[in-house]
């Protein structure tokens, strides 16, 4: 390659970063304002670069925050069990098999995926209020795997479509048994997918607010993102430290995005043409 | 592949007894609330009464139901417009190797990554009176005094909608991008021979091919901004005085803030309505466009 076209090709580098930084300016203010004094986040114009840096207020955060860590991850690992365990198999059948039930269930996982949420959770809250599920793990984990498990099977699905039928064919003429073909072939084999279908379904219950909001009243059991809404709504916010709890609560998915900014984009789009 | 082996249920079934209990069967059971006259009082003691459509009736003559409907139209329409010019001028400009490319794509997606939580209570602190927009135009003149973006009647709906906008750009970016990639190349190019300038390129190459995918773009978009709730309740809770309020936030705030459930449901019944109907009328056109092209 040519140095010319290489400056060229560098060129669009800087333009391409242009909108890319606009995007991600919140992020930087936000880690810059855990490390501000009130005052100083309020300061007209704001501080590009934080005029005193002190890590006081991201150590309060954490401390603050620390107790509904634990809640975070039951159920974002929770949540992605079950969706998994549901979703893999559903895949399986939905992608290679014509069932009398087939239609109807894809039909419905797609219906169910575009719900809103408060249509969905509203009416759950008060069916879970007299089963006695409030302020369980278990009902947070079963409202956002309602949306999760849809995401889930048709990603995978549209993987599985692609594994060559023969295979499966193959084993089962040599006698295996389907459950054989699914734990050798099929799961090995659509690997990618289910990590792809993993890591959005993370995102997903990890960032969640309105399950959580709804069904969580309990203090010891609520997640960092209702820790992070007690701050918001008292009276006089305690915006740096709120900054800092927000940077610490939004480093994970962060990392991910990062790592496997790849997957993201082809999850999306798998679940978007799903035809 | 065909087989009739009744053990594939044992795959299937799971999934789709999942989404009849927690999915299907709340939309019937609010359906059912949506015609009773529910609150907390009836609810917990199972004494409410069957009021037929009187639900409806109060809630399409309430201004406050009004106001969110012509909220929920406002917000969608501008996020949905705004977010796919932005999403494909972004996909056109990366729809070219240079370096660094996947590193700038993967911040692009950091919108949709962030905790909902932690953006809205960004844009709560960006659009507050003493917050970064207004410190920014007080400190450069161009203003006297602070702009209520979400303190006042008119402007907070639209100030949620521009957050909302941001929010949305990966996904439009993303959808847009995957298709033009599926583009072949050399058409650009033997357009560049032929002289032809970038918006030509863009309206007669790039806008026809598209077209399935733009149309998948916004009927996605629209059906996702539809029931947007999680941001407007972080940034405004649907006020000042109720005036921000979209369908979604009304609903939520009639149950857990008034406990009207009833009425809350005959929101939600409505909302429903909207994004089915909506569903069905772009699936129509897509449907129409496939048969057209092929």
Redesign the interface.
């Known amino acids: 390659m040519g140095k010319k076209r290489r400056a060229k090709e560098w060129k669009w580098t800087l333009i391409a970063l242009i909108p890319t930084v606009i995007i991600i300016l919140p992020v930087y203010f936000i880690a810059i304002g855990g490390f501000q004094t009130v005052a100083e986040i309020f300061h007209r114009p704001a501080y590009w670069f934080p005029p005193h840096s002190t890590l006081e207020f991201y150590n309060d955060a954490w401390v603050t925050l620390l107790p509904y860590l634990k809640n975070s991850l039951i159920m974002a690992l929770g949540n992605l069990a079950l969706t998994l365990v549901v979703a893999v198999p559903a895949a399986f059948a939905l992608a290679k098999f014509r069932l009398k039930l087939g239609k109807p269930t894809f039909f419905i996982l797609a219906f169910t995926q575009i719900l809103p949420a408060t249509a969905v959770i509203i009416p759950l809250s008060l069916m879970f209020t007299k089963l006695k599920l409030i302020n369980n793990y278990f009902s947070v984990i079963l409202g956002i795997a309602v949306f999760t498990i849809p995401f889930a099977t048709i990603i995978i699905r549209a993987y599985i479509q692609g594994i060559p039928t023969g295979l499966i064919e193959a084993a089962l003429i040599d006698g295996a048994s389907l459950f054989r073909v699914f734990r050798s072939i099929i799961v090995p084999l659509s690997s990618p997918a289910i990590a792809t279908a993993g890591i959005l379904t993370l995102i997903m219950a990890w960032g969640d607010f309105i399950v959580s909001l709804t069904f969580l009243k309990d203090q010891t059991v609520q997640p960092m993102s209702i820790g992070l809404y007690h701050f918001v709504a008292q009276y006089g916010v305690e915006w740096n430290k709120l900054m800092a709890g927000s940077m610490i609560f939004a480093v994970p998915p962060l990392i991910v995005a990062l790592l496997a900014g790849k997957s993201i984009v082809t999850g999306l789009t798998a679940g978007a043409f799903k035809e | 592949?065909?087989?009739s082996?009744y053990?594939?249920?044992?795959?299937?079934?799971?999934?789709?007894v999942?989404?009849?209990i927690?999915?299907?069967y709340?939309?019937i059971?609010?359906f059912i609330?949506s015609l009773k006259d529910v609150n907390l009082i009836t609810?917990m003691g199972g004494t409410s009464q069957w009021i037929g459509l009187s639900n409806y009736v109060q809630t399409l003559k309430d201004t406050v139901f009004q106001r969110a409907f012509f909220n929920t139209l406002v917000f969608t329409g501008l996020s949905l417009s705004f977010q796919f010019i932005i999403g494909f001028l972004?996909a056109l400009?990366?729809n070219?190797?240079?370096?660094?490319?996947?590193?700038?794509?993967?911040?692009?997606?950091?919108?949709?990554?962030?905790?909902?939580?932690?953006?809205?209570?960004?844009?709560?602190?960006?659009f507050s009176d003493?917050?970064?927009v207004n410190?920014?135009l007080?400190?450069?003149g161009l203003i006297d005094k602070p702009i209520p973006w979400i303190t006042s009647q008119i402007l907070p709906i639209f100030s949620v909608t521009m957050a909302n906008i941001?929010l949305g750009?990966p996904?439009s970016f993303?959808?847009l991008?995957?298709g033009l990639r599926a583009i072949p190349l050399e058409l650009f190019e033997s357009a560049d021979i032929d002289g032809a300038n970038w918006g030509q390129k863009v309206l007669f190459i790039a806008v026809p091919l598209l077209k399935p995918v733009i149309i998948?773009?916004l009927t996605?978009g629209c059906?996702?901004t539809?029931?947007v709730?999680?941001l407007v309740?972080?940034i405004t809770k649907g006020g000042p005085g109720e005036v921000s309020h979209l369908l979604?936030t009304l609903?939520?705030s009639l149950?857990?803030d008034k406990f009207q459930?009833g009425k809350?449901?005959s929101v939600?019944v409505i909302?429903?309505l909207l994004?089915i109907g909506l569903?069905i009328f772009l699936n129509l056109i897509r449907a129409k466009e496939e048969s057209s092209i092929g």
């Open positions: 592949m065909k087989t082996s053990k594939l249920y044992f795959f299937l079934i799971p999934a789709l999942y989404q009849l927690f999915g299907i709340p939309l059971y609010n609330l609810y972004l400009l990366f070219r190797s240079f370096p660094l490319k996947g590193l700038l794509q993967s911040l692009i997606m950091v919108p949709w990554v962030l905790p909902i939580i932690v953006s809205g209570s960004f844009f709560r602190w960006f003493r917050g970064m410190g920014f007080l400190s450069r941001w750009i996904f993303v959808l991008y995957t998948t773009t996605l059906i996702l539809v029931k709730f999680d309740w972080i979604s609903s939520y149950a857990f459930f809350a449901s939600l909302m429903l994004t569903t």
